[in-house]
């Protein structure tokens, strides 16, 4: 079974600064995806960004960035210019590849809340 | 952009009585659904999968009997929580598999509250 490890429960920075949450996971499959999911106080999930792990480039979506490390099994995301609008609770999650059984289920992370100050 | 529409948004019932929570996509077919349950502050736990035209799987744990999935349809999956009690009290959020980008759509979840 994966798991999913986010080690930081709440984090708060300025508007404006640049935020690194952290995501580590647990796994012996080697064709996975990692996704960080946004979740503001609406509670609607939102995706952020997605890595595939057959990827050595890290990915990037405008002012968010991941850097994957997949021999240390590390996945943490990287808000540029944090904005207000960006305060949420934002999740790790982990799903395998599909190998022809079907789609699986996300694994998430417990969570990092991450408040922008103004 | 991909769409997968939940209702109702809010439900109240009473201990003993069944609630249905509906989970469509509304732009395109996935053959594949999730159902998520989430606490109060806390992360979300896959409760089962559900297939198109076959059983649902559940993970371990999860009462198939008290947590019912009917998957009809292409774009329509339900769960009904039979005999509510107060600790089904929960968030219940849905995921369609859109299979184009590696990611799931989510539902705008339901709040359950057994009173």
């Known amino acids: 079974a994966q798991t999913v490890t986010q080690s930081q429960p709440e984090m708060s920075v300025q508007e404006a600064e640049t935020v690194t949450l952290s995501c580590t996971y647990d796994?012996?499959?080697?064709?996975?995806?990692l996704f960080w999911y946004k979740q503001p106080p609406s509670r609607q999930m939102i995706l952020v960004i997605r890595?595939?792990?057959?990827?050595?480039q890290n990915a990037t979506e405008n002012r968010f960035s991941v850097n994957f490390q997949k021999a240390a099994k590390s996945f943490s995301l990287k808000i540029s210019d944090s904005q207000l609008g960006d305060t949420a609770m934002y999740f790790c999650?982990?799903?395998?590849?599909?190998?022809?059984?079907?789609?699986?289920?996300?694994?998430f992370g417990k969570g990092t809340h991450l408040i922008i100050q103004p | 952009g991909a769409v997968v529409s939940q209702h109702p948004s809010r439900v109240i019932c009473k201990s003993g009585t069944s609630v249905k929570i509906e989970c469509r996509s509304l732009d395109f077919q996935a053959t594949t659904m999730f159902w998520y349950r989430q606490f109060p502050k806390k992360s979300l736990m896959l409760m089962a999968t559900s297939n198109e035209g076959s059983k649902a799987t559940y993970e371990q744990g999860v009462e198939k009997d008290k947590f019912l999935i009917n998957h009809a349809s292409l774009t329509l999956s339900t769960l009904t929580v039979t005999s509510a009690h107060p600790e089904d009290s929960s968030f219940y959020i849905c995921?369609?598999?859109?299979?184009?980008?590696?990611?799931?759509?989510f539902g705008s979840g339901t709040r359950l509250t057994v009173v």
């Open positions: 890595q595939e792990a057959y990827k050595q």
């Open positions: 796994t012996s499959e080697n064709n996975y995806y």
């Open positions: 999650a982990f799903m395998m590849e599909d190998s022809g059984g079907g789609a699986d289920g996300l694994t």
């Open positions: 995921s369609a598999d859109q299979r184009t980008n590696y990611g799931y759509t």
